[in-house]
């Protein structure tokens, strides 16, 4: 009898034992670090909008970039700031900022950062490591100019006693980071601009204030009212729905405009910004050419262009020897040859 009666006792004390042990939080590891992944792709888009962890925890957030393009064409980073903070307005105080600052402000709104990685390109990796601050909801985004207007998400710190998983599943966008934010001096640049004034100066008819180039010069539209553009850059037909459309597209764009992030902007751009009138009209019409782009007809340059090769050559070749007729034939040293000759004879 004695035998099981130990062999009892010892699986009740090991069960009890199982039972009053925490079950560990998904995701965390045997060090007691919460390893959350996220990944940024050459779309502008995070792979959640969503994270959560308990308050206090210690958290490490891998960013991974899973496009090809290099960082300062499609640069992305991961930054958590204060609960409340209105996204949008942070982001443009962002765009001013330099790629060797990660884009990330550089005056006192650089207090409502809790926690950031650096800025990568494709296929590279970073992560940033900080302590879950209390009970709320936290807005994320990437700072690179203009993709905070589509790249931006909430962090939920839940309570250390609640089940992080779940609350994930039930977090909300704030409206810190909704499309439509609360009015504010920022703001107001996403009212609408003047598409025809837009449309002047994307194709130089009006010049700019700051006598930097013409947009078409390296960026084309499919819009019957302007000519080819080059291709140097992007199209930028469905550039505006690209960045999310409504408010947060048209705040993406002056965001780009003003940030000027691209090495080929900064070259065109840096001594000569547009003004804040110039990127909210070229915004109405980048929307504008977006809302409207099925509607034009696709122009073939192709046979005009060959067609006026032909008629350029015919000309060329009618013209040039009438120009030519009274020129001299022959070799000069063969006239010389032949009197040579004659006189000897």
């Known amino acids: 009898m004695k035998n099981p009666l130990i062999a009892f006792l010892t699986f009740a004390v090991c069960s009890a034992l199982v039972i009053s042990t925490p079950l560990p939080i998904l995701g965390q590891t045997s060090d007691e670090m919460i390893v959350l992944e996220l990944t940024g792709n050459d779309a502008m888009q995070?792979?959640?909008?969503?994270?959560?962890?308990?308050?206090?925890?210690?958290?490490?957030?891998?960013?991974?970039h899973i496009g090809v393009?290099?960082?300062q064409a499609m640069?992305?980073?991961?930054?958590?700031?204060k609960t409340g903070t209105v996204v949008f307005d942070f982001g443009m105080a962002c765009a001013t900022s330099t790629l060797e600052q990660n884009y990330l402000p550089t005056d006192e709104k650089k207090d409502l950062v809790l926690a950031a990685t650096g800025m990568i390109g494709g296929g590279e990796q970073t992560e940033v490591i900080f302590t879950v601050p209390p009970p709320g909801k936290y807005p994320y985004l990437c700072t690179f100019p203009g993709h905070f207007a589509v790249m931006n998400g909430i962090f939920t710190s839940v309570d250390p006693a609640?089940?992080?998983v779940a609350e994930?599943?039930?977090?909300?966008?704030?409206?810190s980071t909704r499309v439509e934010p609360a009015p504010?001096?920022?703001?107001?640049?996403a009212l609408p601009g003047d598409s025809s004034i837009g449309e002047k100066l994307f194709v130089g008819l009006i010049r700019l204030e700051n006598k930097g180039p013409t947009c078409n010069s390296c960026h084309h539209v499919s819009n019957d009212n302007v000519m080819a553009g080059g291709s140097l850059a992007k199209d930028l037909t469905l550039e505006y729905s690209?960045?999310?459309?409504?408010a947060a597209g048209a705040i993406a764009i002056e965001a780009f405009l003003a940030g000027t992030p691209f090495p080929a902007m900064k070259e065109a751009y840096g001594d000569k910004p547009l003004t804040k009138e110039e990127m909210v009209n070229l915004a109405a019409f980048l929307?504008?050419?977006?809302?409207?782009?099925e509607e034009q007809q696709v122009k073939d340059y192709g046979q005009t262009l060959l067609l006026s090769g032909i008629i350029g050559a015919a000309v060329l070749m009618g013209v040039f020897p009438m120009l030519w007729r009274k020129r001299k034939k022959g070799s000069v040293n063969s006239e010389i040859f032949e009197r040579q000759i004659s006189s000897d004879n």
């Open 75 to 81: 640069g992305h980073n991961f930054v958590l700031i």
């Open 69 to 71: 393009l290099p960082v």
């Open 242 to 246: 690209t960045l999310g459309g409504g």
């Open 46 to 64: 995070f792979s959640t909008k969503e994270l959560s962890a308990p308050a206090g925890a210690t958290v490490k957030v891998v960013l991974k």
């Open 168 to 175: 994930t599943k039930k977090a909300e966008t704030s409206d």
């Open 287 to 293: 929307r504008q050419v977006d809302q409207t782009h």
């Open 184 to 189: 504010s001096a920022i703001v107001e640049s």
């Open 162 to 164: 609640g089940d992080a």
